[in-house]
């Protein structure tokens, strides 16, 4: 077993310090030939620091990396890598227009009499992504392949040298199940081969299906190194949090105090409909009411929550808010009607990396207002604090640029951008994705809460358990159809499980 052997790479005493943040306090970590090994913890606890600096993208300030017995001092990427630490971040950094070829051996193209040889390269990444056994063709534009495979190619592209490390840092927040599972086929075949991999995730199905050990992090420490199979999984969030959990029912309490107080309809979309995109829908919401939208990816959520926001125009159909009949056809018509969007796609959705959390946090609510009335200077204050309290974000101050807070913290402010608008009818697609276990639960009361005065809110969520505890009502999509409709009580995780695989009874209940 990997116990007998030597450490491939072993951190200790690691050390980290940013303005107002250590981020890093004697952390430390060890990762054996043929494991696949889980980083875990909190928002914020110092898991991607860590990696950035075990890959040379930060300098530590004190503490010792040995790799096979050799003391190292990456002093960048590309140093990391020379030394046979292969890392792929969650953003996949390649070229969408380049072919998958070109892509894996960007900045190395192999030469021949000086001139890139183009039969050689195209041959050898063939060769790599058989042995990956992804079959693609490596000569189209790799923006072609769904983002699995462009993760897959990222991979790739990392074991082109000889790894002996692969580090993954949330590679599977934006996978669906099944590409999650080809993510993992991958990782196997590569423990096999003898690689240490490092994998990073918030998801805890996914540490107990994929890994051999994990090492917990907390407020920037070395929590404590377990074998996967040892470690319960209460044990594990123990051990993140510091504390017993008892969050459990928190969100069903939540919805159970507010089933009564579900008021008239704040919205009624008949029959809305999208060309091979989304079978007519109709849906209801109410005010005061959460009601979740369940399914797997491509199965229409985001679709129908385009539609709503007038991300996307609807080409049949109408829509109606407060009884009136309205043309959401542009995000501006529907914010302009009280209708906030919150989604995954932190990239995109736009934090603005070098503006200010608070600064970040008040765009969308300045946007409402108008944007000639400026916000004054105080009010903008009292909200960033204000939000930061109640969201738990954890940020040195609101005057830090958004850049340097955690993924999951940088999430957090964009969820409080829309609530900042107080929106009559919040829709939250996957608003939780990078967020860790414990602040997931706190968030989801929080929303809960501002249901209970009044807001509307549409959940999608691709875990079943969130959407279950938290949802007055759920509406299952399956195929670009909405297939069957759930109240609070009639709800439970096996009937929501067929409906959603298409094996039911739950049509129209
Ligand atoms: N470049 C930076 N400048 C200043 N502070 C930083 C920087 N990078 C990280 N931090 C701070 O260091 C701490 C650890 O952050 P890190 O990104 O390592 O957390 P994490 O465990 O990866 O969290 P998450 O699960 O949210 O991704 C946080 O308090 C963060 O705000
Ligand atoms: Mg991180």
Request: charge should be neutral; proline fraction near 4%.
């Amino acid at each position: 077993m990997v116990d007998a052997q030597q450490p491939v790479l072993e951190l200790t005493g690691i050390h980290k310090q940013f303005p107002g943040v250590k981020a890093l306090n004697e952390a430390g970590l060890r990762l054996f030939p043929g494991e696949v090994h889980t980083l875990m913890g909190q928002n914020g606890a110092g898991k991607s620091t860590l990696i950035k600096v075990l890959t040379g993208v930060y300098r530590p300030d004190g503490g010792s990396m040995v790799l096979n017995g050799r003391a190292i001092r990456p002093r960048s990427t590309q140093d990391a890598q020379d030394l046979g630490i292969s890392t792929v971040y969650q953003e996949v950094n390649l070229c969408p227009n380049l072919s998958v070829a070109e892509n894996i051996f960007i900045g190395r193209y192999p030469r021949r009499f000086g001139m890139v040889d183009w039969r050689a390269m195209r041959r050898q990444a063939a060769e790599l992504l058989r042995r990956l056994q992804i079959g693609v063709d490596v000569g189209k534009p790799l923006g072609e392949y769904p983002l699995a495979i462009q993760q897959m190619v990222a991979i790739a592209r990392a074991l082109n040298t000889d790894a002996r490390v692969l580090i993954l840092d949330e590679p599977t927040s934006s996978l669906d199940e099944a590409e999650v599972q080809t993510l993992f086929g991958v990782l196997r075949r590569l423990r096999e081969e003898g690689m240490a991999i490092l994998f990073v995730t918030h998801f805890l199905d996914q540490t107990y299906a994929i890994s051999d050990r994990i090492t917990v992090m907390r407020n920037g420490e070395r929590e404590g190194e377990y074998f996967c199979a040892d470690l319960s999984r209460l044990a594990l969030v123990n051990k993140m949090i510091g504390a017993a959990e008892d969050a459990e029912d928190a969100g069903a309490q939540a919805a159970a105090g507010r089933q009564a107080q579900r008021g008239d309809v704040f919205l009624r979309a008949r029959g809305i409909a999208r060309k091979g995109v989304l079978a007519p829908v109709d849906l209801e919401l109410h005010r005061g009411e959460l009601l979740g939208l369940a399914g797997l990816l491509g199965s229409g959520r985001t679709e129908t929550a385009r539609l709503l926001f007038g991300a996307d125009r609807a080409d049949g159909g109408s829509i109606a808010v407060e009884g009136r009949q309205v043309g959401l056809s542009t995000p501006r018509d529907a914010i302009a009607q009280g209708i906030g969007f919150c989604s995954e796609d932190r990239k995109h959705e736009g934090a603005i990396l070098p503006l200010s959390v608070r600064e970040n946090l008040i765009l969308a609510l300045q946007a409402r207002v108008g944007l000639w009335r400026a916000i004054p200077l105080k009010r903008q204050q009292q909200l960033a604090n204000d939000y930061v309290g109640w969201l738990g974000i954890k940020t040195a101050s609101i005057e830090t640029p958004i850049g340097s807070l955690s993924g999951g913290n940088q999430q957090k402010v964009l969820l409080a951008r829309w609530l900042a608008t107080e929106p009559k009818l919040m829709i939250l697609d996957e608003p939780t994705r990078g967020i860790d276990v414990r602040a997931k639960q706190e968030i989801m009361d929080y929303v809960s809460k501002l249901c209970r005065k009044g807001m509307s809110i549409l959940f999608i969520s691709s875990e079943l358990p969130e959407v279950l505890r938290v949802s007055d009502r759920m509406v299952v999509m399956r195929d670009r159809k909405a297939c069957g409709e759930y109240r609070r009580g009639e709800l439970d995780e096996t009937s929501v499980l067929r409906a959603i695989a298409g094996e039911t009874a739950g049509e129209g209940a």
